[in-house]
């Protein structure tokens, strides 16, 4: 959704290529996109094709991009796939009862991945991302506090529900709580505590909490919340007769990297108290955006009254989502990935990812400039700072030297209580190479040694004998 309109007055004199002009007499040497209003004709396909193709050049490149957690590179016959099934409407689960089949297919092969007791009692659908798999688990775990309010005699007038989570996390959570009446506990930074931790956790907990939201892992700088500890702190809440909350893991991206390179890491439904579990497909799902997951451990975790049982063109299907109609072929391509790659092909391709944000992570550490925040070692992505010894510039300005060169690399300020601390975030996806990488590094380099330069420092470090 466009939130704003409003247009600077377009330079009307600009025409199309002249070939393209020639190739389309009818169309002349002076079309221009529309702005506002329709214009009254068409123009031919390849026209529109080739004007705004060129338009979209301004976006720069998705694979460049190393803000995203989003994937942008795909193999092309997953992407073939794609536009076959582009014309299928998720919804329309009985007309295409196969791409159905293929959902529920990827349901089980996530409910073997995250430990379900269960596979197949576990339930769970796509969605168009985590901030809907979110929304989902987050109404699942309110209706169900309501039920307890109620089992117990309570007035739910009288209460307000909220939810328990750390300050990382992501604004998904934020709109849940705003969109569906709960309260956000935002556990705050301390010092060195970057993300939610289990004495915090539990602190923030009372008889009207639905849920703790732990992230595998932050999107602030790529840690793993310790969500065994926190599970087993509140198992502790809930034997010494405090409230029996139930832990949600927003495993948008840790989702797809932990299963295959920490299998040791217990942090899924082998943690009993986890109920819930949402993943991105088209983070670490390798899947071209948009689609997200979202699964509960056994049957009695989704309370029935949220599945709806459309009759639609005459089929009954149940259905759990926040929109209707979507295309089913992100959904194909989550399902192309896992038959494709396997679980040693997932683990060689996550392990890749993570070697290059290892060695990028440890190579910018070994810079004067710059401090670690973390290593890349749990979600291939890594944040740093820069080092006391830096006067003269920022993280900011380092973030626009890099856009000079393509590089999309964000600089921000962490959340209350660490507003003090502004990084560098750096998320290594498939696709990023460590030629790329290297290419990177030196850009860095060669960015730092500028930077320094504009603000009359002396050059801490760089390569030696480096020349423009
Ligand atoms: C990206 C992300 C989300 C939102 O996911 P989308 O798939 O972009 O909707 C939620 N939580 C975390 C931890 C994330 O990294």
């Known amino acids: 959704m466009a939130l704003h309109t409003g247009s600077t007055e377009p330079l009307r004199a600009h025409h199309s290529n002249p070939l393209v002009g020639l190739a389309n007499p009818a169309v002349g040497d002076n079309v221009y996109l529309p702005e506002i209003g329709l214009a009254d004709d068409p123009v031919p396909p390849d026209v529109a094709y080739q004007l705004i193709r060129d338009e979209l050049l301004l976006d720069g490149s998705a694979r460049l991009n190393l803000a995203t957690f989003v994937t942008t590179w795909m193999e092309p016959q997953a992407l073939t796939l794609m536009s076959d099934c582009a014309d299928k409407n998720m919804i329309d689960k009985d007309e295409y009862p196969q791409t159905a089949e293929i959902e529920r297919r990827c349901v089980a092969i996530l409910a073997d991945l995250w430990h379900a007791t269960d596979p197949n009692d576990a339930c769970g659908c796509s969605t168009t991302g985590s901030s809907e798999a979110c929304m989902l688990a987050g109404m699942a775990m309110k209706r169900r506090w309501e039920a307890q309010v109620r089992a117990a005699g309570g007035d739910l007038k009288t209460r307000v529900p909220n939810l328990v989570m750390g300050a990382n996390v992501q604004v998904c959570w934020e709109k849940f709580c705003r969109y569906w009446d709960v309260e956000p506990r935002m556990v705050p930074m301390e010092g060195d505590r970057l993300h939610l931790e289990a004495p915090g956790a539990v602190a923030a907990c009372d008889e009207n909490t639905i849920g703790v939201v732990a992230i595998l892992g932050s999107t602030f700088d790529g840690s793993y919340e310790p969500v065994a500890e926190i599970a087993t702190a509140l198992d502790k809440l809930a034997a010494g007769g405090g409230p029996d909350i139930p832990v949600h893991v927003d495993g948008a991206s840790g989702g797809m990297i932990a299963p295959f390179l920490d299998p040791d890491l217990k942090w899924d439904f082998r943690l009993p108290r986890v109920a819930s579990i949402n993943t991105s497909g088209h983070k670490y799902g390798l899947v071209y955006p948009g689609v ?69 992570a440890e190579r910018i550490g070994g810079l004067d400039e710059f401090e670690l925040i973390t290593k890349g070692d749990q979600l291939p992505v890594f944040a740093f700072t820069t080092s006391s010894k830096v006067t003269g510039w920022d993280v900011f300005a380092v973030s626009r030297r890099l856009r000079e060169r393509g590089w999309q690399v964000p600089a921000y300020t962490f959340p209350e209580h660490r507003e003090d601390l502004a990084v560098l975030r750096v998320v290594c996806r498939n696709g990023f190479s460590l030629d790329l990488a290297d290419l990177f590094f030196k850009d860095l380099l060669s960015a730092v040694h500028d930077l320094h330069e504009d603000s009359g420092n002396t050059v801490i470090s760089g390569p030696s004998g480096f020349r423009h």
Do not use: C
């Open 292 to 360: 997200g997951w979202v699964l509960w451990r056994d049957k009695a975790h989704l309370p029935e009254e949220l599945v709806f049982n459309v009759n639609y063109l005459g089929g009954n299907m149940p259905t759990f989502a926040l929109n209707f109609s979507r295309p089913g072929a992100e959904v194909v391509a989550q399902y192309y990935n896992f038959f494709r790659l396997g679980r040693n092909g997932f683990t060689a391709v996550q392990q890749a990812s993570r070697d290059v944000a290892m060695s990028l």
